[in-house]
């Protein structure tokens, strides 16, 4: 980059990039009727692992205030123990995923305990009304071809994440907003139903993503990436 080298021509040149982008984004703003008030420059997966619990009423009323949607992988336990919550996730307007049935480390079990594990899972979420999940998340990312290969026997993709929050090891609401401010266009956040400071961190979130163009997208069974919902 050479000082004082910038010729008119350049200048032009840049101009109609600017004024180009800002009509490109007028434009993309325009159609009537979508909620969001700003174009959205890329799609983003946020994840909410564990639930549903005592905390998932609380995460899914900040959700909706800050106008974002999620993929919630339940447990399949906890899916049979508080169904209503399954629907309230889907009312909510977040998509519903499989996170196992009792949260074991896969990778130690036998195929037909795994295939217990995820097939109890999707009965329960569909029995509850959360629909038959195409998403599969094994606990503690931990997984091999036996449970990718029962995943998808049950029509699952398996999806783990590009950007860990690393609130399940106790990180700050300050380093949760931090790292979801690391995601780009496509890109899948690990976050938890149970945590304190993921729940505090939400409207942060929300903001900083906003600041960028990434809407909260679904993630794509054919891609594993976060996508426009559609
Ligand atoms: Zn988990």
Redesign the pocket.
């Known amino acids: 980059m050479g000082t004082g080298s910038r010729s008119p021509r350049a200048l032009v040149t840049a101009l109609t990039v600017l004024v180009t982008a800002a009509a490109a984004t007028l434009t993309a703003a325009a159609p009537a009727g979508a909620a969001p008030a700003a174009a959205c420059t890329g799609y983003v997966g946020l994840t909410f692992?564990?639930g549903p619990s005592g905390n998932t009423t609380r995460l899914l009323d900040a959700l909706r205030h800050n106008g974002l949607r999620a993929t919630m992988?339940n447990?399949g336990q906890y899916a049979a123990a508080h169904p209503s919550l399954v629907r309230a996730q889907v009312a909510a307007g977040m998509w519903v995923g499989n996170?196992?049935y009792t949260?074991p480390h896969l990778t130690r079990l036998s195929q037909p305990q795994i295939d217990s594990e995820i097939s109890r899972t999707q009965q329960a979420i569909a029995t509850a009304g959360g629909g038959t999940p195409k998403l599969f998340?094994p606990?503690?990312g931990e997984t091999n071809a036996t449970v990718r290969s029962v995943a998808a026997r049950h029509g699952l993709t398996e999806i783990i994440w590009h950007v860990d929050s690393q609130d399940?090891n106790g990180a700050s609401t300050d380093a949760i907003v931090q790292s979801a401010a690391r995601l780009t266009n496509g890109q899948v956040i690990l976050m938890?139903d149970w945590s304190a400071n993921t729940l505090a961190a939400i409207p942060r979130i929300a903001q900083t993503l906003a600041s960028r163009g990434l809407c909260p997208g679904t993630i794509s069974p054919q891609t594993g990436r976060a996508v426009s919902p559609g």
């Open positions: 692992d564990d992988f447990q996170h196992s949260h998340r606990p503690y399940w938890h």
